[in-house]
């Protein structure tokens, strides 16, 4: 089981970035998908997650609005879009697999390394 | 939206030592909360879930207990492999994590 996060970098505020997570070794349609995020030297913080068929998204207030998720199953690939970034979003963006499946939110029992997003102007 | 306080945010303790984490949640959350380890550097890792539910291939040395707004994490004998932050976290209605506990071995 992997997790493989890309797509950060460094971004002006108000530009627009899009993360993706290559995800491998387990059945990638059957499990909730999440993104949470870590800004230097704080906690974790839930970003958003997507049901297995990526017909329910959620969000956390702080990027509700701005950010968007979305899966594509066929490839294996979850992604984050997110648009009118602030300097607040700079964090290690990392995505997780749901423990049990598509049932109901649960713990996150796989991880990504993480991909950095740097707003600074 | 639950919130979730853990304390203490910081403890010092010695190789043997018993460790005790506190969770609490805003409101009543039953058993859907987990426990994760992160060291510097590296994804969090799953230590916990379902409060009490120790995940494969963690050492019996953790354990959780706890239900409704209150849980606990312990470490029954700290070892040095053992300094890391602790992350507690809700599922019970989206997820929310826990500020977090730096353990450090004295």
């Known amino acids: 089981v992997q997790l493989v996060e890309s797509g950060g970098g460094v971004v002006q505020p108000g530009r627009s970035l899009r993360l993706s997570c290559a995800a491998s070794?387990?059945?990638?349609?059957?499990?909730?998908m999440s993104w949470v995020r870590q800004a230097p030297g704080k906690g974790l913080e839930w970003v958003s997650s997507i049901t297995g068929s990526g017909g329910k998204t959620y969000y956390a207030d702080s990027v509700k609005g701005r950010f968007s998720i979305s899966r594509d199953n066929s490839k294996n690939m979850l992604f984050l879009q997110m648009n009118s970034l602030r300097a607040e979003d700079t964090a290690l963006y990392y995505c997780?697999?749901?423990?049990?499946?598509?049932?109901?939110?649960?713990?996150?029992?796989?991880w990504g390394q993480g991909t950095m997003v740097t707003v600074s102007s | 939206d639950i919130q979730m306080a853990q304390s203490p945010s910081t403890l010092s303790a010695s190789v043997g030592d018993r460790v005790t984490i506190t969770c609490r949640a805003s409101q009543r959350i039953s058993s859907w909360l987990a426990w994760y380890q992160q060291k510097p550097g590296k994804a969090p890792k799953l230590l916990i879930y379902?409060?009490?539910t120790l995940e494969s291939g963690v050492p019996s040395r953790f354990s959780g207990s706890g239900s409704g707004t209150e849980f606990t994490l312990v470490i029954s004998s700290l070892q040095p492999d053992d300094s890391a932050t602790y992350y507690c976290?809700?599922?019970?209605?989206?997820?929310?994590f826990g500020q977090g506990t730096k353990v450090e071995i004295k």
């Open positions: 997780a697999k749901d423990k049990v499946g598509d049932t109901g939110a649960n713990a996150f029992d796989m």
């Open positions: 379902k409060a009490s």
């Open positions: 070794g387990f059945t990638f349609s059957s499990y909730i």
């Open positions: 976290q809700q599922y019970s209605s989206y997820w929310t």
